[in-house]
């Protein structure tokens, strides 16, 4: 397993580019299965998931090529519906495949999806939207087959606004025959983002970034050729690092509108923040300020993927500050970890109390998922010392090597892959 270590104590200082948005990239592969034929998508960043879902893909038959941050995917010879159990458990976007695949074949078999341990994460909502559309689902111990000879719109109406679901019902819904409204759906951007890339490809779907989403089902979809967005949670980890190290970073290719909780958060914290079309400017000098209370709920308010890297700027400011997780219960496990680097933070129910500290110092750490290890690895930059960062394979999910983003900011950072073992004969 590979490991990082950081040298702490260097202001992170100079000028990047944003990778693509994992979260709208994964969807939109999965939504190219819906047209026969060669679809392109650009500023497709190389990470793990995205690994996988291209193995996905080409275990269904697609052809599927990632070239710079290109990825080419001809899906004319796709010809099963089965998702093999071991690259559905590898992440929980395999979970996507679930409306394309129905759409397309009238069935998908899948498997509970795997993916970071950051809560229960159920597919109930999903499973719901798809019967709703008539789908007939068989759950039997892991696995779900879902089969449809036709597929009709219908209104259906999310409890939760689930990311995942949302997406799943727009991507089968796309094939039905007359009109799916979803109400209390999701309004990420990313759920924008397959909004267009679908309608690119000859969608009917209005109201994506609103509660309520109308999708007019049409007979085929044709590839296309597509740019996904900028990560926003990539965005704001670099702003947060920028902050805690007291350094000056210029982020280009973002789109700030998507950050605006993030924004306040951090102003209320006393990071200077500069807006100029896509390019955001993050400086600071002084220790931030406590934030009295931030809590974690579905967009536009502040998102549980940049929880576990504003508790690291918490964790140095002057002052009590608390952050309240509502999306996953189990995704408070980098407060261990943080405490190990000399953070004072205590945890009752979903709620974190963080006391500031002037800092904190380097230490061996595990990062426990995704956005906690990218929290694990701000900690280590800001720190006192030397920091190393263990399983960052979880961290290789969502950032396109860390560790050269960050070098070319100042960053002394290295990852060190072990050794291989080596017979004596
Ligand atoms: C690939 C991707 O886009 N991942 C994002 C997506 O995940 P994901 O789509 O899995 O997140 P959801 O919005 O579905 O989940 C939010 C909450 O709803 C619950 N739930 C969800 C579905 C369901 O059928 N039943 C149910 O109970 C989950 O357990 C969780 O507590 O949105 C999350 C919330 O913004 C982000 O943290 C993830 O980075
Ligand atoms: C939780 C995340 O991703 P996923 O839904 O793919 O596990 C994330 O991106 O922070």
Do not use: W
């Not at 999806?113 to 789908?135: M, S």
């Not at 995704?370 to 920091?387: K, P």
Request: aromatic content about 4%; hydrophobic content about 45%.
């Amino acid at each position: 397993m590979d490991k990082l270590v950081i040298e702490g104590g260097k202001p992170l200082s100079g000028t990047i580019v944003i990778q693509g948005a994992k979260n709208a990239a994964l969807p939109i592969l999965a939504a190219s299965l819906l047209a026969e034929g060669t679809t392109t998508i650009d500023s497709v960043p190389h990470l793990l998931d995205i690994d996988v879902m291209l193995n996905i893909l080409r275990e269904l038959g697609c052809r599927a090529e990632h070239t710079g941050e290109t990825v080419v995917l001809d899906t004319t010879s796709a010809h099963t519906s089965h998702v093999p159990e071991t690259l559905m458990k590898q992440m929980r976007s395999s979970i996507f495949l679930m409306g394309p695949l129905l759409a397309r074949f009238g069935e998908a078999q899948v498997y509970q999806p795997g993916g970071c341990a950051i809560g229960e994460r159920k597919i109930d909502l999903h499973l719901q939207g798809l019967a709703a559309l008539g789908a007939e689902i068989e759950e039997a111990n892991n696995r779900i087959i879902c089969r449809a000879s036709k597929l009709t719109g219908a209104d259906i109406h999310l409890s939760f606004p689930s990311v995942g679901a949302t997406e799943n019902i727009m991507m089968a819904a796309v094939l039905a025959e007359g009109r799916t409204t979803i109400s209390n759906a999701a309004r990420e951007p990313e759920i924008q983002d397959l909004q267009r890339f679908l309608n690119t490809m000859g969608a009917k779907i209005m109201g994506a970034g609103t509660d309520t989403i109308t999708i007019d089902g049409v007979k085929e979809l044709a590839p296309c050729r597509y740019k996904v967005i900028p990560d926003r949670i990539v965005t704001g980890t670099i702003m947060v690092a920028a902050a805690a190290t007291r350094g000056q970073v210029t982020l280009q290719q973002t789109q700030p509108a998507h950050l605006s909780s993030l924004i306040h958060v951090m102003r209320r914290a006393g990071v200077q923040i500069v807006v100029d079309g896509d390019i955001i400017k993050v400086g600071s000098s002084a220790r931030p300020k406590a934030v009295e209370r931030i809590v974690t709920s579905p967009y536009p308010a502040f998102p549980t993927d940049l929880q576990s890297q504003i508790m690291v700027l918490l964790a140095l400011a002057d002052g009590v500050s608390i952050l309240k997780e509502t999306i996953f219960e189990g995704r408070l496990k980098h407060v261990d970890e943080l405490s190990r680097m000399g953070a004072d933070i205590r945890v009752d129910m979903n709620a974190a109390f963080i006391r500031g500290v002037p800092r904190l110092y380097g230490a061996t750490v595990e990062a426990t998922d995704l956005r906690a290890g990218a929290a694990l690895v701000i900690a280590g930059l800001a720190a006192q010392g030397r920091t190393i960062v263990e399983q960052v394979h979880h961290i290789d999910r969502g950032y396109d090597r860390i560790e050269t983003m960050l070098s070319r900011l100042g960053a002394r950072i290295s990852r060190f892959a072990p050794v291989p073992h080596m017979p004596n004969n």
